[in-house]
């Protein structure tokens, strides 16, 4: 039966939509998952909290999820977004049942795989994950539980999902290149050594120096395509960050999932704020 989702998206403007429910997947990334499909046909994904749960249940790990690909829209939204990344469409924490709403994962993940990668597939994975790490590590977001589970893969693209786990930091480049091991390890788990190009090899296995995300970036020509900053807002983001940063521990540690809820929110919700909007629902 068709249900009225009401949310608010990165910005924190309203919008609402008419869905159907569709397959369930259960609790998988730490929220529960299932697809949703629009009157048009087109399929979305919603990762939510039972009611049950609400009171119990992992709240931080949605509200992690949330706040990083919000985060991931203000910077990169619009027809360039990554297509490495989820799309949000919106979120609502108010609700019996809280949400965030994205646009259709890409096929499946990298853990439903039977067999292993091709040598073709493989460095679609390869340059993909690339990609989504470059995109993280630009706007500030570390993952921090990259794996078989989170990475999906439809045959053509490869899709990093799931950040429930994920957290923004001041100066991202040692987390961003724990991410970039991790990236590593899910191309390890799914291909044949013997088989990969020896470039592909020695990025993937091999023993010496290993490039970092920023230098892999230019190999493979990522092409990196932030919206122009708005100045009114990133003096804003910036002391927010601060904030968490000193509140959670040092400067780019990964933050206790005890923290208040209300630091969480005012990450999410830092350029509505500083715009002088008041959105009602999120306290």
């Known amino acids: 039966m068709p249900v009225e989702l009401r949310y608010r998206d990165a910005h924190g403007t309203p919008g609402a939509g008419v869905f159907e429910y569709g397959a ?4 998988i990334g730490g929220l529960r998952m299932r697809r949703m499909r629009a009157p048009d046909g087109v399929e979305y994904t919603q990762r939510y909290l039972s009611a049950d749960e609400v009171t119990t249940g992992p709240l ?22 990554p297509a490495h990344l989820p799309r949000l469409i919106g979120f609502d924490l108010g609700s019996d049942e809280p949400y965030v709403l994205f646009d259709g994962y890409s096929g499946r993940p990298l853990a439903d795989l039977r067999g292993r990668l091709g040598v073709a597939e493989a460095q679609r994975v390869w340059s993909g994950l690339v990609s989504a790490l470059v995109h993280t590590t630009t706007a500030g977001i570390v993952h921090g539980d990259v794996g078989l589970p989170s990475v999906w893969w439809d045959g053509a ?25 991790a990236v590593r390890k899910v191309l ?39 919206r122009p900053p708005d100045t ?26 005890t923290r208040k809820i209300v630091v969480v929110l005012a990450l999410v919700l830092v350029p509505v704020v500083i715009a002088g909007l008041v959105i009602a629902g999120l306290s």
């Open 24 to 27: 369930e997947f259960g609790v």
């Open 188 to 226: 390890t788990q799914t291909t044949d050594r013997a088989l990969l190009p020896r470039q592909l090899r020695r990025a993937v296995h091999g023993t010496v120096r290993r490039p970092a995300v920023s230098r892999l970036a230019r190999k493979t020509r990522v092409v990196v395509t932030p």
């Open 157 to 181: 693209t490869a899709q990093l999902v799931f950040f429930d786990n994920a957290w923004t930091t001041l100066d991202g480049t040692p987390a961003a290149e724990s991410d970039l091991g």
């Open 60 to 81: 931080t790990r949605l509200e992690n999820e949330i706040r990083a690909t919000a985060r991931l829209w203000q910077v990169f939204g619009g027809a360039t977004y």
């Open 232 to 257: 009114a807002l990133e003096a804003g983001r910036r002391r927010f960050d601060a904030l968490a940063a000193e509140k959670n521990g040092r400067p780019g540690s990964r933050p206790r999932r």
